[in-house]
């Protein structure tokens, strides 16, 4: 399938609401021809100064259009495509384009799965004192906080890029005990400086029995 294309240094992931403010002229006339007619658009994953993967999104409303011309746009994101090729500018248009493949995702997940990686991320927003969303587990998935739970944006990128909702919880899930794993190490190192220069009892050792 072929779409116009808006690259960014940004991942987006399927459902999200991207908020994006438009001012150059190309972009422009990019949301003018997919507000005219219904059309998609995509956001291909600027990364590693090339393109390979992005999302799909549908324009849904013009929320601001400024004197000038500049708007700002709310989209949502739908799907997740490898780029096949890419033309810059599109024929006829002032914009990009290329031929892009959507890829199919498996959405299944075990619930316990599911459990295990909520508790995680519950454990993570408590060590940070954050306050932690009521999430029931059934409703839980990948891509709900992926944006909220310390990814990288190149892990987020390779987030993207899994097809099956249990690869990205296991994913998930191994970058959150490595970060809980680094706080508590922390919070640990905290409290030794904190007891450096204190007055301490120490419990006498006893010489009796030592080999040397």
């Known amino acids: 399938m072929k779409l116009p294309l808006f690259p960014l240094k940004s991942v987006f992931f399927p459902g999200e609401t991207v908020p994006l403010h438009i001012f150059e002229p190309r972009y422009k006339d990019l949301i003018m021809d997919c507000r005219r007619e219904a059309a998609t658009f995509g956001i291909p994953v600027f990364i590693d100064h090339g393109l390979s993967h992005g999302i799909e999104v549908q324009l849904v409303e013009v929320v601001n259009t400024y004197d000038n011309g500049e708007m700002d746009v709310i989209c949502l994101a739908r799907q997740v495509f490898r780029l096949l090729s890419f033309t810059n500018p599109m024929e006829g248009k002032a914009y990009a384009g290329g031929e892009v493949e959507f890829l199919e995702m498996d959405d299944r997940a075990d619930f316990a799965l599911r459990k295990e990686v909520l508790r995680l991320l519950e454990r993570l927003y408590g060590l940070m004192e954050l306050p932690f969303p009521i ?10 906080l992926a944006h909220k739970m310390g990814l990288s944006f190149e892990q987020e990128f390779q987030l993207l890029k899994l097809l099956g909702e249990t690869r990205r919880l296991e994913f998930i899930g191994d970058h959150l005990r490595t970060t809980i794993n680094v706080l508590g190490a922390v919070e640990r190192t905290k409290g030794t400086i904190k007891m450096n220069g204190h007055f301490r009892n120490f419990d006498p050792l006893d010489f009796k029995n030592l080999k040397i």
Do not use: G, Q, T
Request: aromatic share 20%.
């Open 135 to 144: 999430i029931a587990p059934e409703r839980f998935n990948s891509y709900l």
